[in-house]
């Protein structure tokens, strides 16, 4: 069956990262083949070889490594909040400001004004496209009205059909309790409504919340387990950001796909990782702009053999960032993370994380060939410059993106 033009890269560096999933030391294991060609046909790797015989592009030995993978973004919200920033910049706290009625409160109030949230979450692609973003979780979270949610998760579904990237939902219904409205009334609210109506609807693959004092406690996040257990939702968390919560631990009780953030944990929710399935997602991002020293302990939990995944928080208010590549670079000078590790985090780590790493994260005969070609020839490159724009070209299903 022919579809779209099949495409020949010859004379590449490839950083395959196969053999799938990477725990511990693993994570250094690149799967480096050097001077080879890549043969895409019908969107995906057909072959890799020294020698593939056909017409095809020199790449003169460039660096060409699997499309980057953020499993967590909060992709659209209305407005900025630039100004908070100046104030934090003079040593205001991103608590004091939420104190005041700023923080995600000021992002509800800016998205509620917002009548094109597809326009905001393509501007944002973009931007993740030119920093080699190919597939993203992207989280709802900035309404907290059930109609609200559903028309960001509506703006997923849209922007998923319209491509290049390839998006994964998550109903983030717990971020903020509602203003007016009392925490428990909210909770119901999204476990017997939210929850069943946007599963129905097949708007969501996961379910999240901010286990976080003043936001949401951990009751509320096993009222939600059980609320997405019974819709077939699985489900990411936010946990031990601010303060430490158990929530390590929480997340491998409820049997969450990831636990995310995990600057407080300590050795205890470590070990409880070390025992199970649920993927530690570190988001480096947020605790630099938020100017705050205590990044997570990256070092301990690969030394416990988890297979740690970085993303870049992508929102408004704690990590205006779209580039894992500046988290890259952060993960290595901030947290003791080796490049190659960094790079292993943000392909088939995430790829794991969201379940995919069957069809993406590796460059396989068989996967989908999602692929970034990098203005440089060492792996470590692009962990390394900070701010250049290394990405030099992107194909998502074997077709290159312009940029
Ligand atoms: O992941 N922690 C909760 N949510 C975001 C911050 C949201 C905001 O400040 O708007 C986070 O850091
Ligand atoms: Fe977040």
């Known amino acids: 069956m022919q579809g779209m033009a099949d495409l020949l890269l010859r004379n590449v560096r490839l950083a395959t990262l196969a053999g799938g999933v990477r725990r511990g030391a693993a994570m250094n294991d690149l799967a480096l083949r050097d001077g080879v060609d890549v043969r895409i046909v019908d969107g995906r790797i057909a072959e890799i070889g020294p020698e593939v015989s056909g017409d095809g592009e020199d790449c003169g030995g460039r660096l060409l490594t699997p499309g980057l993978i953020d499993v967590h973004t909060h992709l659209i919200f209305g407005g900025c909040r630039a100004g908070e920033f100046a104030h934090r910049c003079q040593g205001a706290t991103y608590e004091q400001i939420a104190a005041a009625g700023g923080g995600i409160r000021s992002t509800l109030r800016q998205t509620a004004e917002c009548d094109d949230l597809v326009a905001i979450g393509r501007k944002h692609l973009d931007w993740m496209l030119a920093n080699g973003t190919t597939t993203l979780e992207a989280k709802s979270g900035y309404a907290m009205t059930s109609p609200g949610e559903i028309a960001i998760l509506e703006a997923y579904r849209d922007l998923a059909e319209q491509g290049p990237q390839r998006i994964v939902p998550t109903l983030l219904g717990l971020h903020a309790v509602p203003v007016g409205m009392d925490r428990e009334a909210w909770v119901a609210e999204v476990c017997d409504h939210l929850i069943p109506e946007v599963a129905r609807r097949g708007l969501a693959k996961y379910v999240d919340a901010f286990v976080e004092q003043g936001y949401f406690t951990l009751d509320d996040a096993r009222l939600l387990a059980l609320a997405a257990g019974k819709a077939g939702l699985g489900m990411r968390l936010h946990v031990d950001q601010l303060t430490a919560g158990g929530g390590a631990e929480l997340a491998v009780s409820l049997g969450a796909s990831t636990a995310d953030h995990l600057e407080q944990t300590g050795r205890a929710g470590i ?133």
């Open 271 to 403: 070990a409880a990782l070390a025992d199970s399935k649920t993927m530690p997602v570190l988001l480096p991002a947020s605790v630099y702009a938020l100017r705050k020293s205590k990044y997570p302990d990256a070092r301990a939990m690969i030394d416990a053999g988890l297979p740690v995944v970085l993303a870049t928080d992508f929102n408004p208010g704690s990590s205006p960032t779209p580039s894992l590549l500046f988290v890259m670079n952060l993960a290595c000078v901030m947290m003791g993370m080796s490049p190659a590790e960094a790079l292993s985090a943000c392909t088939i780590n995430a790829a794991a994380s969201l379940g995919l790493d069957t069809g993406i994260g590796s460059i396989e005969v068989g996967k989908r060939a999602d692929l970034v070609l990098w203005d440089a020839d060492d792996p470590a490159q692009i962990a390394y410059w900070i701010g250049a724009p290394l990405v030099k070209r992107v194909w998502i299903g074997g077709s290159e993106l312009r940029m």
